[in-house]
């Protein structure tokens, strides 16, 4: 029985811009299945000034994309080298890391994660597989989601998986093939209200449930172009800021009541995309904390079963999952889906940099 084992570390760092997930994870495949333990964990939270820069990075030139990138990988080298030297790891197999996303635009054929320069493998001293996404636009994919062929390995007990993060996304199988996309926004736009009013985020989405729907708001987001069209899709930080907030912004309503509105939309968005309605569902990202936009989905869809993970998985999984990317371009295995993607054939993407 041929049993191989990974040690790798996955770093994630999301579009909620709430820090940088670091995992160490062993992965023990065992005759073509995969089983994980999470055996170290850190969330390193972004200062103020990292938020701001990251925020403002959209719109930024590419001199100062450069100057960016640069700096950012110097950070999360040092985020790494600090995860390995308290941890006290030795022979890892490699760190596999996502970056993070500052354009999107699959459509016009890009799209960028800062902290992926070559210096991260000599900065941490260690073999680094990143730049999961770059790959697959070339091959006229979306670039995202990429965590699917993860859920299809490490959670095939779920009918579906759901991430709530900046934005949310699902995956579930169909004839035999993994199916995915993102959904809608979810935190980027919660926490831009919440941070109107002095918060990081909605605890639980307690102020969202003191307000009221606005009915002409809520009509206006779910009949945005995006969500009638058929996957593959993705969404990237561009929707929010010329999109949906513009149209917030529009209504004259109290900031609960679009915190209350946009909760809605994410619900009902959600029963939209799932393809039969009983079930069960995994749900994950720290939108899985809001305890009301739970509820609210539990409402429009009354006979599915959302189940959120009571370990690590609910912080970790992208940190994982990018984990296993990772593995799964060192041993030269597809790590992207095309069914998922778009892309014109399935294949293995990432770039190995070596210490
Ligand atoms: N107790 C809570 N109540 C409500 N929301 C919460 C809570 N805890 C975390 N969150 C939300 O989850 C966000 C972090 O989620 P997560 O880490 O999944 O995002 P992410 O890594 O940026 O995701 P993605 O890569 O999918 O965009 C926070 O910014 C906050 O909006
Ligand atoms: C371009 C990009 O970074 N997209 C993220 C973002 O955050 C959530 C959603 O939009 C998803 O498409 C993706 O991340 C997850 C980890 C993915 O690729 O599966």
């Not at 001293?125 to 989601?145: H, L, M, S, T, W």
């Not at 390995?153 to 993994?178: A, H, K, T, V």
């Not at 409402?299 to 959120?308: N, R």
């Amino acid at each position: 029985m041929a049993i191989e084992n990974y040690n790798v570390i996955g770093v994630m760092s999301g579009t909620s811009l709430d820090g940088i997930d670091l995992a160490l994870i062993i992965f023990h495949r065992l005759e073509n299945h995969w089983q994980y333990q999470i055996k170290e964990t850190k969330a390193v939270p972004y200062t103020e000034d990292w938020i701001s820069r990251l925020k403002k990075a959209v719109d930024f030139s590419q001199e100062e994309l450069e100057k960016l990138n640069k700096e950012y990988t110097l950070l999360l080298g040092n985020v790494i080298s600090d995860f390995i030297a308290v941890n006290q790891l030795e022979n890892l197999d490699g760190i596999c890391s996502h970056g993070h996303t500052i354009l999107h635009q699959p459509q016009n054929g890009f799209t960028l994660q800062i902290g992926n320069l070559p210096e991260i493998a000599k900065l941490t001293n260690q073999k680094v597989i990143c730049d999961f996404r770059v790959q697959d636009v070339e091959y006229g994919g979306q670039g995202a989601p990429l965590v699917p062929i993860g859920d299809r390995f490490l959670f095939p007990e779920y009918d579906f998986c759901l991430n709530l993060g900046g934005f949310s996304n699902i995956s579930f199988e169909q004839d035999g093939n993994r199916i995915a996309f993102d959904i809608s926004p979810v935190n980027t736009v919660l926490n831009f209200y919440a941070s109107l009013l002095g918060l990081e985020y909605d605890d639980k989405g307690t102020i969202a449930r003191s307000g009221t729907v606005s009915e002409s708001l809520l009509q206006e987001l779910n009949t945005i172009d995006f969500y009638a069209q058929t996957y593959p899709k993705s969404l990237g930080y561009e929707f929010v800021k010329t999109i949906v907030l513009p149209m917030m912004e529009k209504h004259t309503i109290s900031t609960a009541d679009k915190l209350r509105t946009f909760v809605e939309h994410i619900a009902i968005q959600t029963s939209l995309a799932v393809p039969k309605k009983t079930g069960t569902i995994l749900a994950t990202g720290g939108g899985a904390y809001n305890v009301f936009l739970l509820e609210r989905m539990a409402f429009h869809l009354p006979e599915m079963t959302f189940k959120v993970p009571d370990d690590k998985t609910v912080e970790y999984k992208e940190a994982l999952i990018f984990a296993l990317l990772g593995v799964l371009k060192l041993r030269n295995e597809v790590n992207v889906l095309a069914s998922v993607t778009g892309a014109k054939h399935d294949h293995s993407s990432g770039k190995i940099f070596l210490p």
